[in-house]
């Protein structure tokens, strides 16, 4: 059990559909990954979802801290907005690396459900 994860699994005709609530997005992406590599599984339903843990601006100066720490970034081109467990990147980076790692920072902060990444690449 990788944390608080609270999944429960029912099979029908080799379909396994998963529901729950988990707190890291990673925890949800390996339920699903193990179940798919279980003999008989047809198919994998995944309803699990992921609860905000922290509030909204709790979880804004996370992902704005990770950025400064990262030496890949320029964090003051990068905003943060979160709405519930979805977290929104805008602004503008120098390369497609950077612009992943913005990405990567966003997930690793606590109850992340999704991330939208709509920051610009400028050469």
Do not use: C
């Not at 390996?30 to 339903?45: E, F, H, L, Y």
Request: net charge neutral; charged share 25%; aromatic share 4%.
């Amino acid at each position: 059990m990788l944390g608080d994860m609270k999944i429960t699994a029912t099979v029908q005709e080799g379909f396994v559909t998963l529901e729950g609530m988990v707190e890291w997005n990673f925890q949800k992406i390996s339920a699903v990954d193990a179940t798919k590599s279980v003999r008989g599984v047809r198919g994998v339903i995944n309803l699990i979802s992921v609860r905000p843990a922290v509030t909204a601006t709790s979880v804004r100066n996370d992902i704005e801290a990770a950025l400064r720490r990262s030496a890949e970034l320029d964090a003051r081109n990068i905003q943060v907005s979160v709405h519930g467990s979805t977290v929104e990147l805008t602004g503008k980076v120098r390369s497609f690396a950077e612009r992943d790692e913005a990405e990567l920072s966003a997930w690793a902060a606590p109850g992340i459900g999704s991330v939208v990444n709509r920051i610009q690449i400028t050469y």
